[in-house]
């Protein structure tokens, strides 16, 4: 992505790997600082998955993979049996930071599976594999972007919850993607913005992906959706996606099942954007993900910056108020009008059109 810091514009990637270096945007600064960081053992890069420091399922998913290549360079120098207990154990420590988007197990297994033959030859494929879950996730969004821009009509006004922008995967995003190659081609278009309490990936992520690119959108919070679509001004939906079922029920952040339940009371057309890799084919329908549930904290208060700049918390409720944070919800298939992915855009019965793309 292109970011403008102050006078010079940088073409980013949201993390990527150097060596055993992982250098990734810190989602937590933003929108009110740019800063990269870097970490430089697996432990830390699922440090990093845990903490948000980044989010999204690819970008999650990613960042699993390249933990994995991080691990592998670490244990080069043990004997057959202890690189594979290794492997082992950093696979378990990156699979326990997150438990929804399934991008992750889908990385660390095909790094685990990649692990074989003599031990150098262990780390060479392990790297390899976790530089092409990279460079796969590169080519979807940008697949997703071409697909769904077809969708986007001259004119319209695209609401979207949550970050499934640049930031949730390498770049372009899943369901910013369309809506990014659908503005370059020329069109129309004004996204409606959800804040997405409690962490506000809307109003601080995607606002500012918008921001950058000079698409023009407004934020609402999240109670603000039905307003607009009872009054004809939204003309899509598009959501990006956790964990999709083999039967095509979506995890996508809080919030976004009543978004489609109001899409279709509405008769406005709601598409979720997703990879390949965010489906689950094990999973045979939503009632099988596991929603992550995350502190209470996080619905009590709010982060943000002062006029001065300097980041503070403010408490909302009175302490000790009780609270529930489940992260994700899942909205079913029914309400779902398309998914796009990087094989083009399936359609209803998804159980047939998910087998018939993806396999399984
Ligand atoms: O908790 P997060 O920020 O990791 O949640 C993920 C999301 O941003 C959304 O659910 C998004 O729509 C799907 S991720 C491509």
Redo the contacts with the bound molecule.
């Keep these: 992505m292109r970011v403008k810091i102050g006078e010079e514009t940088r073409e980013v990637r949201t993390l990527w790997r150097e060596g055993r270096t992982v250098w990734m945007i810190d989602q937590r600064k933003l929108p009110h600082k740019f800063e990269i960081t870097a970490t430089n053992h697996h432990a830390e890069t699922a440090d990093a998955i845990r903490n948000?420091v980044l989010?999204?399922?690819?970008a999650?998913g990613v960042a699993g993979a390249y933990g994995m290549a991080q691990a592998a360079m670490e244990a080069e120098h043990l004997k057959p049996e202890e690189f594979e207990g290794y492997l082992e154990t950093a696979a378990e420590r990156l699979r326990r930071t997150?438990p929804t988007?399934v991008n992750l197990f889908h990385a660390i297994d095909r790094c685990l599976r990649a692990a074989s033959g003599p031990v150098q030859e262990r780390v060479r494929r392990v790297v390899s594999e976790a530089d092409a879950v990279a460079e796969e996730d590169l080519a979807a969004s940008r697949r997703i972007g071409e697909y769904g821009a077809a969708l986007i009509g001259d004119g319209f006004r695209v609401l979207t919850?949550?970050?499934?922008g640049a930031l949730?995967?390498i770049d372009y995003?899943?369901?910013l993607s369309p809506i990014r190659f659908a503005h370059r081609q020329g069109k129309k278009v004004f996204v409606y913005v959800d804040e997405t309490r409690p962490?506000c990936?809307g109003a601080r992520l995607t606002a500012w992906e918008l921001q950058q690119e000079g698409i023009p959108y407004a934020v609402i919070v999240d109670n603000a959706a039905g307003y607009f679509m009872s009054r004809g001004e939204v003309d899509m939906v598009i959501?990006?996606?956790?964990r999709i079922a083999a039967n095509g029920d979506v995890a996508?952040?809080i919030g976004?099942y009543e978004k489609a339940v109001l899409a279709r009371e509405n008769g406005i057309p709601f598409y979720v954007a997703?990879p390949r890799m965010?489906f689950d084919l094990g999973c045979g329908t939503g009632d099988e993900i596991e929603i992550?549930e995350r502190d209470a904290e996080e619905v009590l208060g709010m982060w943000g910056v002062g006029e001065d700049g300097a980041p503070s918390r403010v408490l909302i409720a009175a302490r000790g108020t009780p609270a529930r944070n489940p992260?994700?919800d899942v909205t079913p298939a029914r309400y779902v009008t398309g998914v796009i992915t990087e094989k083009g855009v399936l359609r209803p019965p998804y159980s047939e059109s998910i087998r018939r793309t993806f396999g399984g």
């Excluded at 989010?55 to 690819?58: L, P, Y």
């Excluded at 959501?239 to 956790?242: I, L, M, N, R």
């Design positions: 948000m989010r999204g399922a690819g999650i997150r988007a919850h949550c970050n499934a949730a995967f995003g899943t369901a962490r990936q959501v990006g996606a956790d996508n952040k976004t997703a965010t992550e992260a994700f």
